[in-house]
């Protein structure tokens, strides 16, 4: 495996090396490319290369050079990916920065990466300066994609410029920048190089594993935040395996699903856990999209029991799978567990197995340690998770401090809790800053749905003056009192819930919940029940 990674072409030049070896697989968009509106839905691999040479002219022509920072922001599509490739074939560093962030963070996050270049669109410039917030004013040059703006240069002022010589960057250099989710506060900025993200956590991407690598044959769908760490090595991943087709959907309508997926029918699908569940409307009746669907993969955050069941008796595949990852921006994929139909056993069950994952042999380790004595936990013990792993960030941009408290030799701090079992699986519990002690809120979130299908996403959130309050989201923000008391009878003591539409949960852009804002909102910013050190 390690001879086979060494080979994988660093980001700048991955799309035209796949391009002289002829790469087949077919791609397959739900609407053009935001830098090249007028190119269609329907791409190869030569046109993906050629994008990615054009947009390097564009940047080079606005004055980038090897070794600058160009900040990415713009609506969730794959060309994110293909802007980044475009920086990085020049020699200079993309930053993805997702376009859904408050403007005050985005803010933050460009005074640290000090960038000489800012791609963005009208529409989210026009947000920040609502919100009192110049964008444009915090980097020397601004390009908008879909036109002209305050203080910006559009795109097609330099469209068609000469495409610059390659200058790609050395394996242990800085080659990619993406935030972290700041789901408890500002996100970080996290660092990685060509060894860490495409040799490190690019390993298992790159490699057909039985049952869970795509192969040849495949039709693979993905669904994701294209502006996260995760998509390049996915991209280098399935530009080696290439599957058949590859259907990239950009936006989390289910009709738009239903519309792109209905031609092509998927048999291989990752999507947001969020977007999985929007798609639940369309996992009912005899001839879903789904039905020749063999595996499902989840990524960015925990996907529920309740949202598993519904798509592996959507699939008409009997052996088909949902391989549930854990991991995070600063290492890529951890652990990871394959459910059944079978695994899932019966709904509403107290404890789901879903969360019991392994590590993967020869990649990635994990532990568990008391979080004061940072000793290893005994079996049962819950603690502190710690990986070891080849993939793990290079920094944290302007905060190296918060890095290294992170770092113990080989070890990484997830900042997550968990525990060990006696069979050696690892049993994830919470965030640490989000704990409570003889309970898993992470481990509720999952019972709840399951158990009250009205219940479409679940968030529970602790407290120090009371029972963990409750954040349930339903199609007309209502709940029947006497489900809810039924459902909840063998359970922990919870305060009364606290119910909306899915709407109007507060989100990011990879779809998680950020519980700092539920805690503003909704509690009054009550502290937690744990440090929160290691966030």
Known sequence: MSRLVRDLPGLGAIFETYADRRQPTKFFLNRPFDIAPDSGVAHDIDSLATLVREASGWLHAAG?????RVALCKQNHFDYVLLSAAAARIGAIP????????????????????????????????AADESGVDLAGLVPRTICLDGPAKSATPLDDLRGAPVPPARVRTDQQPMFISHSSGTTGTPKLVVHSARTILQGMGKIEAVRLPIAGATRHDVACHATAFAHMRCIPWAGGMLRLAPAKQIIIADSDPAIAERVLRPHMPTYVEALPSTYQIWEDITSGPDTVF???????????????ATMRKFLNATKVRTAVWLHGYGQSETGPMATKLVTRQSLGEAGSRHPSTRHMRPMPGITKLKVVNPDTMKDAKTGEPGLLMT????????YLGELDRWKAKVSGKWWNT???????????????????????????IELEDVLPDRIPAVR???????????????????DGTLDPEEWRAAVADLPPLAEPIVMTYDEMPRIGSGKIPRNVLRSRYLDNASTLSTGQWT
């Open 388 to 395: 070891q792993t080849s993939g793990h960030c290079l920094t």
């Open 95 to 126: 930053a993805q920065l997702s376009g859904m962030a408050e403007p005050e963070v985005l803010a933050v996050l460009l005074r640290r990466l000090d960038a000489a270049l800012l791609i963005t669109e009208t529409d989210i410039l026009a």
């Open 291 to 305: 039905a020749r669907t063999r595996l499902f993969l989840n990524t960015f955050d925990a996907s529920h029991p």
């Open 64 to 68: 980038v050079r090897a070794g600058d």
């Open 457 to 475: 996403e679940a968030a529970v959130l602790s407290r120090p003056d009371g029972s963990p309050v409750p954040f349930l989201c339903t199609d």
């Open 415 to 441: 900042g997550d809790w968990g525990v060990k079992t006696r069979s050696g699986a690892f049993v994830l519990m919470d965030r640490e800053v989000d704990s409570v002690p003889d309970m898993s809120c």
